[in-house]
């Protein structure tokens, strides 16, 4: 009797205690677990995508941490495309020549490329900095603020610099919060380098106008002096002969002017071929200097050539543009060098070129205009080269002609004392002729 009332008191409490035990473990274990779940859960905020295992859940559990293990999977491709199209498009973006710059809706610059730091002359980082620090240029400024304020895309040219001043065209483009076409939440601004398209046609416009005037002036000559052998002068021999001359100068320098902007025209185009060959120094400037003597002569001039080409190695070059290139300095120097005077021929030789000099006694160059003298229809006296029939293009031809051969051509002048002209031409190196090939061997008849 008494065992049984103990055992009615005591299985109860044995019971609960048991009970209370398995709910502690089980608690326990289901804490531990959805520990491990939530850890995973922080990890993948962080960017670790490493998903709990399964087997370690049972239940409901095990179905949570399978869908975890999912999700982690999809969110780890997602995250590695992601994060490879951003590192492309920033590949992209920095090693584009032009500019790209990208701006917050607070004007804060988000991305900048070297392009753009280089463009505006920023030499240090500006991402996180105001647009109005880096860049001071108002109208790139406003164009940016209009494209933030009217969401729509913003075009104009601006230009940097003051000793070279460097042109660009811009385009500001808004960038909208989603693609249903919400608020503006930054602008793109891409920075294109013009300044080569500007310059080429100021060049054109220039070379348009200069050949104009060149043309008009021997056309209105001609057409001139035609008229008036029309309207009587024909039976005046003295009057007619001489009009006739005229007609017959004016023509000739048509002719040379046409002929020298077509030469010029295939060299800058690329077409003019050059035969590249051995070419003796002494001989090169004996050939011009026989073939303007007599010119020189009547101007009262003496050429001096010196005798030290004789023992320089040949250089590269086609004889024959060669040729036109040192005769066009000579002609030069016989044209602005007063009697009695003299021009000297020099040569030497500076490691892998040999240097043509052509010194004249004569009128020289201003400072100001001897960096453009090179230039299409530049002249210095202009009177004075029209009066001799030229055409402001042989300097020009002449220094294309020098850098086809990988030359240079330069000038250094006095005023009042002369100039001297350099011609620099690399050495003929001979090309090693080709190893004999074995004789394949013959099959056995």
Known sequence: MANNLLLWILGPSLLLAAAVFLLRATSQRFRRRTAVLARALRGMAAGDFAPPEPALFHGDLGDVARALAEASAGLSTTFQRLTSERDFSAAVLTSMTEGVAVVDGRERILFANHAFAEAVGVADECRGLPLLEVVRHSSLIEAVRSALASAEMVRAEVEFGTVRPRTFAFTAAPVTADAAGGGVSGAVLVLHDVTEIRRLERVRRDFVANVSHELRTPLTTIQGFAETLLGGALDDPKARRKFLEIIRDHAARLGRL????????????????????????????????????????????????????????????????LEEVLKNLLENAIQYTPSPGSIRITAALDGENAVLCVEDTGIGIPSTDQQRIFERFYRVDVARSREAGGTGLGLAIAKHIVEAHEGRLWVESELGKGSRFYVALPLWHAEPEPAAQPAAPRSAA
């Open 258 to 321: 046409t002929d020298d902007l077509l030469k010029l025209s295939a060299i800058e185009g690329g077409s003019m071929t050059f035969r590249m060959e051995p070419v003796h120094v002494s001989q090169l400037i004996g050939h011009c200097v026989e073939a303007v003597s007599l010119k020189a002569e009547a101007r009262g001039l003496e050429i001096i050539q010196d005798s030290a080409a004789d023992t320089l190695p040949q250089v590269r070059g086609d004889s024959l543009r």
